[in-house]
């Protein structure tokens, strides 16, 4: 009997303590849940001015109205693509060009001032020379996106394989390693983690600068939805292109963080 007793007493009590991973998501969530909230409240009370913030209840119903037609996931394929082509016209040279940079000292001090006095310049200056030169087609806003995107990725890259502990390069001389057996099991998998976060930066400038690119010369995409939805000034169309590029830039966020925890395990 006592020794019933004493097994009920060490019984290991069920704990419903969130973990950390699963209590971040629910703030994630959370967050945007609680201010679209108080923006309806506002909006609903008058405390804000409707005409320049409507509520979120009639953003939605633009937004359902603009799907059901078929427009909005015309714009929104548009500029997925342009900022796809343009990921890759960017990113693969930057990705090639920093790591390189990063292992040869020479090809450094070629490149390095050059990216240093170009990268400050405001991408979105660079709008009217892409115009000029590519004029009103694709051209201009796949270059504008492959420029957001070269500079982070190029930057990060150099620093990631500069950040390499030399003697991981050492060992590779030793056991005469090619260049490119140099490049493939040294300094892309060593420069990874930061790496990864030039792609993440790097995408987030392309989203910006490609809308800001479809506001001029462009037929179709989210930015040129936004345009013409501030000629007409329809408020609750325009706050609908904005919150579809915020998705976007949230969702290619959390699958970039999905890809980085394959590639880069031991970075947890």
């Known amino acids: ?12 009590t069920r704990s419903w303590k969130l973990s ?9 969530v959370a967050s945007p849940v609680l201010l679209l909230l108080v923006w309806e409240i506002a909006a609903r009370t008058g ?22 037609t078929g427009e909005l996931w015309q714009h929104t394929a548009a500029s997925l693509q342009r900022l796809f082509i343009g990921f890759l016209v960017g990113g693969i040279p930057a990705l090639i060009l920093g790591i390189i940079m990063g292992l040869s000292r020479p090809v450094r001090a070629i490149f390095d001032p050059l990216i240093s006095a170009t990268y400050p310049i405001p991408k979105s200056s660079i709008l009217p020379l892409a115009l000029l030169i590519f004029g009103l087609g ?4 796949i270059f504008m996106v492959a420029v957001g995107v070269f500079f982070p990725v190029a930057i990060n ?27 493939r099991t040294i300094a892309l998998p060593g420069a990874l983690p930061v790496i990864m976060t030039g792609i993440k930066l790097g995408v987030g400038m392309g989203l910006v600068l490609i ?55 031991w970075k947890r």
């Open 138 to 141: 694709e051209g201009s806003k």
């Open 20 to 28: 950390e991973n699963t209590r971040d998501r629910v703030i994630s």
């Open 211 to 265: 809308a800001i690119a479809e506001m001029m010369g462009a037929k179709s995409g989210l930015g040129y939805m936004i345009w013409a939805a501030w000629e007409t000034f329809s408020v609750e169309q325009m706050y609908v292109g904005l919150f579809v590029i915020a998705i976007i830039g949230f969702v290619l966020t959390l699958v970039l963080n999905e890809i980085e925890k394959r590639l880069v395990p």
């Open 157 to 183: 890259a150099t620093a990631g394989v500069r950040e390499i502990n030399k003697i991981y390069l050492d060992v590779g001389r030793n056991f005469k390693a090619s260049r490119w057996d140099t490049f």
């Open 47 to 68: 405390l804000i001015d409707t005409r320049f913030f409507p509520a979120p209840s009639s953003i939605f119903e633009t937004l359902v109205t603009l799907s059901s």
């Open 1 to 12: 009997m006592s020794a019933h007793i004493e097994a009920d007493t060490v019984r290991p």
